[in-house]
């Protein structure tokens, strides 16, 4: 297992699911994370997860990527003032919204899934970007889905944001080839989690990966010797 003690870890979606289950392996290994979600109560549940798996306490951010996302720019200059750096981003948090025709798509609806899936990336992109190049090896993972390559019926919505931000994320890396920065996109698959749920109420979650199944592949993209960049690794199989 390798060690992360030491590094500052960004994650959002922190509060519960894939991103809590990341928050939680990354602070197992040793690092720092510094937690984002809409929840206070949820980011102190993940917090109380750290502790009991070893981990040192966790900085909580409460943050509302929609109905705050000017916050989101502050993230980045704080964590430097705070550590100086950042080592690791992980950008877990995600939206359903609605699954529906993309001629009946609601504007309220399309603001809240470009919001929370594409306009959050491009502000922690923003902000992200200088403190994870003062790092030594600064280290990016975005989670993905594979509605975003193959267009279904009725995933218009999710799966349009989503391309969008896989987009940003490979001209990221592109720009930053030159650096000891590496940028991946991580596709879980199927995993339990209450955004599949969501997508597919009749399903057994029991028959799926659970995020805590899946976390140690995701934090092993974050460490140093992580070479890929650009990449879109897929986790499922």
Not at 24 to 34: D, P
Not at 191 to 219: H, K
Request: glycine share 10%; aromatic share 2%; with cysteine.
């Amino acid at each position: 297992m390798t060690s992360l003690s030491g590094r500052i870890a960004l994650v959002t979606g922190a509060s519960r699911g894939i991103g809590a289950a990341v928050a939680v392996e990354l602070a197992r290994r040793g690092a720092h994370c510094v937690l984002v979600a809409r929840t206070q109560g949820g980011l102190e549940e993940t917090d109380d997860a750290i502790r009991a798996a070893g981990g040192p306490a966790a900085t909580l951010l409460p943050l509302d990527l929609q109905r705050k996302a000017q916050d989101v720019d502050m993230l980045g200059p704080s964590i430097v003032a705070r550590f100086g750096r950042l080592d690791i981003l992980v950008h877990a948090a995600g939206v359903l919204s609605k699954l529906t025709p993309v001629a009946h798509i609601q504007p309220r609806d399309m603001e809240e899934s470009l919001a929370v899936n594409l306009s959050s990336a491009w502000r922690l992109i923003r902000t992200c970007d200088p403190p994870l190049r003062a790092a030594p090896a600064g280290r990016a993972v975005v989670l993905t889905d594979a509605v975003a390559g193959t267009p279904a019926a009725y995933w218009g919505l999710y799966g349009a944001a989503k391309a969008g931000m896989e987009h940003l994320v490979r001209c990221w890396a592109a720009e930053t080839t030159n650096s000891p920065l590496r940028i991946n996109l991580a596709d879980p698959g199927p995993v339990a989690t209450q955004l599949r749920a969501n997508a597919y109420p009749g399903e057994d979650a029991a028959a799926l990966p659970s995020p805590a199944d899946i976390a140690p592949a995701l934090v092993a993209l974050c460490g140093d010797e992580e070479i890929r960049h650009g990449a879109l690794v897929r986790l499922r199989g």
